[in-house]
């Protein structure tokens, strides 16, 4: 593996004194209030021609936010007017519909209802049909089974399971039997009884829904079943569509390191292998951008992670490898563009450097490797010209606020487009950012870590120490980009470090740091941050005893393990909406990392929170929504009753009838009583009353 290690020298104490700058006021932190530290980057639009695109940005002349008419290359603008832009193709507003799309023609509507049938309208006529009647509680059609909806499908589906054709005249959905997969009931308080919501939740080693594939014709309503045992026990991803109209199944046994991509015939149901992969550890299937066709037809581009990195190759239309667009040990992330005419590919990759995203192009050989994007910066956000000559993009370091530039294709700076830093951000006492690297215990991996020093910092002096964290598979949060909220200001301000750092199956280090946690999903992820937390207590300014953790969900659960599994390093933690033991998670996302757990019971064993509750010490605060349909507050139950058995002392609080996430009056609540949980064990004052306003 290519190391990439960027350590720079700590910050040096300041001698005399500070210049006279601006500290961030409570109502700037917490409340909104104007600070113009940073703005808002114009809104790029869309591109009108090759070189014309629009923007939304407030009028210099009245102040108001306007749709503008740009110029690529000079810059000039004028204000896009109403009789430029399209209104054909109007979403309709139809009673109890849900998820409404429309057809690439824009002449039929798809929706489900609360039945759980599918239905289409015809625009012209206004007229509905049915295209399915047999919904019901557990028969669910076009609308996704919880666990698709959080796990496959993804959140962005908003549970929608049906895909129109490229000609308007048939619909692939997913008709889901709910009804072998057990009940939760999910307890809620409401009134003098109270009552129970029954959740249908497949978890680790459970039923899974029983899912069939169908293609409906619109216009006869005949439906054809592709060719699938709905009994057998397999996932399915999105289904595609290719520009001629065929359409491609996703399939992933229950074990998820077998995948097939089939083309299944639309007039009878029948399939064919169009691709095949299989791997030792899982395959994603949530990978919903996984295939980018040619725009002639003639071929596609796959994303596989199967060499320990995910790379790019070339298909042609028949499943047939051409060859690998890319290779190496790092990361190729989105496919920007693809210009078949010169016969190149744009993309993003985090090759300079793991904690950064680059633009690159790539010829379809394979051979022509270019870098298009500069400097020491982190770029996202490409948007090309019709004809690829341009593109729009903004970046950004740790220490660089967000810039949005035109480029064109030969990686050439054209213009600045705008720049998010504000009028006042030299006024102000920013906090100092430092990315370093921290050897991981076996010296395999040079984890990323993130730290924001206090403002004044003073190397000889002793900070406390609040980290960040998630720790979830190949969802890092350690970016070379700029992010410095209020509260970050703030909590500088007040003399907190504030650290993120990353272990090695966060994505850093490509499926092959993945691979590790394969069957032990959370051992090598604590072992990692216990790795960067005792780095943070070897540096001369950090505060003895005063290492503090925090996260939600998976970043939960670490908070939960660095308390116990790691209580020699951890000394304080808040722990929100915590997995405890995965056997009580649900099954695709569970079983990806671990297999079932009559598979692997020594797995679920080690792994599982409640297994280390003899080691606890120091204090953890342990918080849950009631109602928190996707980690079952059944979690924290089964920590707490370990807990208090073995007299334990620990912080609980309990947010009634609130979800995977407190939001409202009491996320304000929740926030409030994190900040005192820092006031007292961190910083060791009172809070200030305003808080509390």
């Known amino acids: 593996m290519r190391k990439i290690i960027l350590v720079l020298a700590i910050l040096p104490a300041f001698a005399a004194s500070w210049s006279q700058k601006k500290s961030i006021s409570y109502e700037q932190a917490f409340k909104g209030a104007a600070s113009n530290i940073v703005q808002a980057l114009p809104g790029f639009g869309k591109w009108t021609d090759n070189t014309h695109y629009t923007e939304i940005r407030k009028d210099a002349a009245d102040g108001q936010v306007k749709t503008f008419l740009v110029d690529a290359v000079s810059g000039n603008s004028s204000v896009y007017t109403a009789s430029e832009v399209k209104t054909a193709g109007t979403q309709p507003v139809i009673y109890d519909a849900i998820n409404v799309t429309l057809s690439p023609d824009k002449q039929w509507a798809a929706y489900t209802k609360k039945d759980h049938n599918l239905y289409v309208m015809e625009l012209s006529s206004k007229k509905e049909t049915a295209l399915t009647k047999d919904g019901s509680e557990t028969i669910l059609n076009g609308y996704a089974s919880w666990v698709y909806y959080e796990e496959i499908l993804g959140r962005q589906s908003r549970y929608r399971a049906f895909w129109w054709s490229p000609d308007s005249k048939s619909i692939a959905w997913m008709r889901f039997d709910d009804s072998p997969v057990p009940v939760f009931p999910i307890y809620w308080s409401n009134g003098q009884h109270g009552y129970l919501e029954n959740q249908r939740y497949p978890k680790a080693g459970d039923k899974n829904p029983e899912v069939k594939v169908g293609i409906t014709n619109v216009q006869s309503q005949q439906t054809v079943w592709a060719d699938f045992n709905a009994s057998d026990d397999q996932y399915f991803g999105m289904p595609y569509w290719t520009p001629q ?76 490898l051409v060859n690998a667009l890319t290779s190496g040990e790092y990361t190729a992330g989105d496919i920007t563009a693809i210009d078949e005419k010169a016969k190149l590919v744009y ?36 948007n090309f010209s019709p004809d690829k000559k341009y593109f729009l993009t903004s970046y950004s370091n740790a220490t660089t606020p967000n810039v949005s530039v035109l480029m064109d294709n030969k990686g050439k700076l054209i213009r600045e487009t705008g720049n998010s830093k504000g009028s006042a951000f030299d006024t102000y006492d920013l906090p100092r950012r430092q990315l370093v690297r921290v050897k991981s215990t076996d010296g395999l991996f040079d984890l990323p870590v993130l730290i924001t020093y206090p403002v ?23 970016y070379d980009t700029w992010r410095m909220t209020g509260p970050d200001i703030w909590w500088a301000q007040e003399g907190l470090v504030q650290v993120a750092f990353d272990n090695r199956s966060s994505g850093h280090f490509g499926k092959k740091g993945m691979n590790y946690i394969h069957r032990q999903l959370g051992k090598y992820e604590i072992e990692d941050f216990m790795a960067c937390g005792k780095w943070l207590k070897q540096q001369p300014w950090v505060a003895e005893n005063k290492l503090c953790i925090t996260g939600g969900s998976f970043g939960g659960y670490m908070t939960c393990m660095a308390l116990t599994y790691g209580a020699d390093v951890f000394d304080y933690g808040i722990a929100n909406s915590s997995v405890t033991d995965w056997q009580l998670y649900d099954s ?95 910083l ?10």
């Open 245 to 320: 109209g065929q359409l491609w199944v996703q399939w992933l046994n229950r074990g998820q390191d077998h995948y097939y991509l089939y083309n299944v015939n639309t007039a009878n149901g029948s399939k064919s292998v169009v691709y095949e992969e299989q791997q030792s550890t899982w395959i994603d299937l949530d990978d919903n951008d996984r295939i980018e066709f040619l725009e002639s037809g003639k071929g596609f581009i796959l994303k596989s992670d199967k060499t320990g990195w995910r790379h790019l190759y070339l298909y042609d239309i028949t499943g047939k």
């Open 347 to 382: 993309f993003t990759a985090r090759k300079e450097n793991s904690a950064r995203w680059d633009l690159y192009s790539v010829s379809f050989d394979g051979k022509k490797l270019s870098r298009l994007s500069k400097g020491d910066y982190s770029y996202s956000g490409m």
């Open 456 to 478: 004044h910092f003073d190397s000889t002096k002793k900070y406390p120490v609040l980290v960040s964290i998630y720790g979830g598979p190949n969802a890092g949060t350690v």
């Open 588 to 682: 695709h996302y569970t079983e990806r990392f671990m297999d079932q757990p009559a598979e692997n019971p020594d797995g679920y064993k080690n792994t599982a929170v409640m297994t280390y509750a003899s080691k606890y010490k120091g204090l953890l605060r342990i918080t849950h929504g009631t109602s928190d349909d996707n980690v079952h507050m059944q979690n924290t139950m089964q920590l707490i009753n370990v807990l208090e058995d073995q007299k334990k002392h620990f912080e609980l609080m309990i947010y009634p009838g609130e979800r995977h996430g407190v939001g409202g009056a009491k996320g304000n609540f929740s926030r409030t009583e994190s900040y005192a949980f820092y006031y007292k064990y961190l």
């Open 684 to 693: 060791g004052k009172e809070m200030p009353d305003m808080f509390w306003k």
